[in-house]
Structures are given as C-alpha cells and as structure tokens.
C-alpha cells in the first residue's frame, strides 16, 4: 500500500513542476497604473505635449476623423500645402494665436470651418477636462510650431491637481448640462461624429439607426462603459477608436437613458 501511496505522490509533484515549468515560459502580461500628469507651476511643454499626445490618440479620439485627411484636416503632416498644424495655426484667423485658435476650435468647433470641410466636430470642452484639453493644445503647437502653453492658461483650480491622462474630465453633473434628454446627450458626445442615426451623421462607425435589432439595452450600456468589450464586424481596423470616458461622464441616470433610447431603435 505505501508503494502505490509513494508513486501517487510522486506522479503529483511531477505534475505541479511540470506545470510551474510551463507556466515560467509564457509571457506574463502586467496591468499598468495609467500615467498621471501633475500640472504644478512648473509644468514643463514637454511633459505638456507627452500627456497631449495620448489624449490625441487616445480618449480624445481626435484620430477618427483627423487621422483620415478627408473628414477633418489632418493635424499632423502637411495639409494642403500649408504646413504642419504647429507651423500654419497662426495664420488661420486674423488676430488670432495659434494657442487662441485651437482652444477655440476645441470650445467653439463651429466659430471657423477649414475650407472643404463639413462642420461635424463636437464641442470637445465638453468632453475633456481643461488639463486634457491644454496637454491638446500643447501637442498640436509641437507639431512644426513652439509651443507656449503654461501653467497658467490652465483654471487655477485645478492647476495642482494630479489628473490621468485617460480619465475623463467632464463630469456626470456638466455633461450635456446634467440633462437625461437622449438627443441632447447624443450631441454633447458627438457621436453623430461617427455614427448615423435616423438620416443624421456620419457612417464611419456603425449605423445606429436599428441597434436595438442587434443589441439589447444591456448590452448597449456595456459597450459605452467598455467600447472594447466587442467589435461590430467590418469595424476592426476601428478598434479603440471610440473614447472610453462616457461611462465616467455621464451621470447614471443619463447612461441608462441614453441605453433605453437605442435599444427602442428596432
């Protein structure tokens, strides 16, 4: 009997070194802490630009259209013969800086049209905490230009502030003024940016006109908390694309609105 006992355990201990063999060769993935941007009084251009960069082509989602070079300039070669955007912001409104001109692109997208273009940009303020939306600025200005952004264009209420710079920052209560109309939270997210719905907007991502055919309320609520928790097919090169900040935008009242209002698009 203690023999069979013996190579019962030996078999076991084989077995576990085995698998703790195996599992040493495969890679092992780490789940990082996102980078925090401290926008103290000495927060440099560079760090500015950095934290930029990735709300760009991150959560700011700015890449969808300007990314193309045919539904929006493309903000980071040449467009059109006039440079780079650092080098030809300057120049676009009489009067106007190059900082003064991509604030007010981002508060008020509508107040100048590039030639060519169709005025389907959202009001990114809305979207974008200030810190996200200077870092912005500073990382269009490095592109051909100097950059001039401070400390001090940032609200100095939250100027000392440590912020992420893949949180969102508008706030449940702000977002499209706390209302819980569907349309009205639609356009203060610009998703008509992407999307259509009912005859309005664009068809770079999915149709929203019938969704609730293909998607229930449920689901539709964990796509906007986790835009990557599925991929419509035909829609993969668009992968992470869409902002991942709605979910902390909106006030719950306002997701659950905006889920119901999509799921009753049969």
Known sequence: ????????????????????????????????????LTLGANVTPEQLAAAGEKVFNGIGGCTTCHGLGTRAPNLLTDEQGAGTIGARCGKREAGKSCKQY?????????????????????????????????????????????????????????????????????????????????????????CLVCHKLDGQGQVIAPDLTHVGSRRNAESIRKKILDPMSSIAKGYEKLAGIMPKTFGTMMSAAQLEALAQFLAAHK
């Open 1 to 36: 009997m203690w023999a069979t006992n013996l190579k019962v355990v030996g078999i076991v201990l084989g077995t576990l070194a085995l698998y703790t063999l195996i599992a040493n060769k495969i890679p092992q993935v780490q789940s990082e802490v996102p980078q925090t």
């Open 102 to 190: 991509l604030y007010e692109s981002l508060d008020n997208p509508k107040a100048y049209i590039v030639a060519g273009y169709q005025p389907i940009m959202p009001v990114m303020t809305k979207q974008l905490s200030p810190q996200q939306i200077w870092a912005v600025i500073a990382f269009l200005e490095s592109q051909g230009g100097a950059v001039d952004v401070t400390a001090s264009d940032i609200p100095a209420t939250s100027s000392t502030s440590t912020t992420s710079t893949t949180a969102g920052g508008g706030g449940s209560g702000g977002f499209a003024g706390g209302s819980t109309d569907p349309k009205a939270i639609i356009a203060a997210a610009g």
